[in-house]
């Protein structure tokens, strides 16, 4: 049973930081791009960030230079430091990765359940 569990959201002010981590686990066998997506109430779910394997990473023109995603291939996790934040980052954070399980023969995408993270003075 493959799960992703993330951590890290919560209230912080205009121009404040937070830091998201999202731990894979479970019967894995090999992970391909992990990403970050978000929600804002009564909007679709877009993407944020995505990183490959590699570590090559991909934004949305609305988070660069705000935002970093980095992962560590050998504890399975990815993270997303979000600097500068505004009002407008205010959403639920999903975590996505796609992931190959022992005993299946190719990539799956998991979701997270979701951090809340809310910007506001």
């Known amino acids: 049973q493959v799960q992703l569990v993330e951590s890290g959201g919560g209230l912080v002010q205009p121009g404040g930081s937070l830091r998201l981590s999202c731990a894979a686990s479970g019967s894995i066998f090999s992970i391909n791009v992990m990403g970050w997506y978000r929600q804002a109430p009564g909007k679709q779910r877009d993407v944020v960030a995505t990183?490959?394997?590699?570590?090559?990473?991909n934004y949305a023109d609305s988070v660069k230079g705000r935002f970093t995603i980095s992962r560590d291939n050998s504890k399975n996790t990815v993270y997303l430091q979000m600097n500068s934040l505004k009002p407008e980052d205010t959403a639920v954070y999903y975590c996505?990765?796609?992931?190959?399980?022992?005993?299946?023969?190719?990539?799956?995408?998991?979701w997270g359940q979701g951090t809340q993270v809310t910007v506001s003075s």
């Open positions: 990183i490959t394997s590699g570590g090559r990473p």
């Open positions: 996505n990765a796609d992931i190959w399980p022992f005993g299946r023969n190719k990539y799956d995408g998991y």
